[in-house]
């Protein structure tokens, strides 16, 4: 079983990271663990000019030719069987390289592909998705989570994961937070 890690905590000293690494230190027993921090790797969104064109994309997915790199974070991201993402709560939604890298790896042909009645099919055999993430206020409504709220959408409708949880701790940057309380009650 292989788990793909996707690591979007980019402040060091990070508690997202810390509650991610909490619960694969219970969760992931004998699973072969890859980890991509998206700090370290170039994700690039698509857009009209640079390494990464909607231009080239449209073109690759008509001709079924994924050679571009551009599609390299969605073919890791099909083979997984599990995978957790982890990501501190930004302006209501995930940081902005998580959201590239996830456009990336919604590349149609490789990670889903759309059937002649105009239904989503999954390439992705990934039988859980969880969602590990810190936020410094309070818990909001599920109509202002545009993080897991967004995660969520995207596994149901394009990979059809059966499993998809969320790991969340709120309030960490609250004048009294207990900060290591409240990351293991996240767990529980
Ligand atoms: C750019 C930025 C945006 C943030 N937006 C929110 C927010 O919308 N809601 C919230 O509750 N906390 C917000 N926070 C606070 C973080 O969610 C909180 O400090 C989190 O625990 C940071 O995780 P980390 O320790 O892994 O970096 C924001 C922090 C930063 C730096």
Known sequence: MSLLFVNACPREGSRTERLARMWLDRHAHGEMVKEFVLADLDVEPLDSAGPNTI?????????????HPMFRYAKEFSEADE?????????????AKLHAYLELVCSQGVTFDIDE???YVSLCHI??????????GGEVEPLDDHAFGYVRTLAQRFWHVPEICRVAAWGLDGPQADVDALLEEALN
């Open 55 to 67: 231009g080239d994309y449209s073109k690759a997915v008509a001709a079924a030719d994924y050679a």
């Open 83 to 95: 995978v957790l993402i982890a990501a501190p709560f930004w302006n209501y939604g995930v940081p």
């Open 117 to 119: 009645a105009g239904a």
């Open 127 to 136: 039988r859980r998705l969880t969602y590990v993430m810190t936020a410094g």
